[in-house]
């Protein structure tokens, strides 16, 4: 039993505070707006002082396997963290918008 709520992307709410814990080059290639990046591996020595402890963050990666170690390990530290378990590939089969940081059309990896 997870101490986290679940959700798929098409449900999580256009304001959320997101969360993408997938590596630089995913992120580069295609991410939501306004997303929090924060590589899965950066987590540990980041969280304290990039991510809020009142607000609730919906965690996401491609197709949910980082995105459910981080949201567990958050919630043991605390924090607030809904699990988003179709990750950016449901993120993109849901039509949700996407952006590129490197020049070119978006694309989930």
Same mark, same amino acid.
């Given at each position: ?6 959700? @798929? ?6 304001? =959320? /505070? ?9 992120f ?5 707006? @306004? =997303?929090?990046?924060?590589?899965? %591996? ?22 949910? %396997? @980082?995105?459910?170690?981080? =949201?567990t ?7 607030? /963290?809904?699990? +988003? /378990? ?6 993109? +089969? /849901?039509?949700?918008p ?9 694309? +989930? @990896?």
């Open positions: 039993m997870s101490d986290f709520e679940t959700v @798929r992307a098409a449900d999580v709410p256009a304001d =959320a /505070a997101l969360l993408d814990v997938r590596e630089d080059y995913e580069a290639e295609g991410h939501a707006p @306004r =997303a929090l990046h924060i590589p899965v %591996g950066e987590v540990p020595a980041r969280f304290e002082e990039e991510l809020d402890p009142d607000e609730d963050y919906y965690v996401i990666c491609r197709t949910g %396997g @980082r995105s459910v170690q981080i =949201a390990w958050l919630t043991g530290k605390g924090y607030s /963290a809904i699990f +988003v /378990a179709d990750g950016m590939d449901g993120w993109l +089969v /849901a039509g949700r996407l952006e590129s940081s490197t020049g070119e059309e978006p694309k +989930v @990896r």
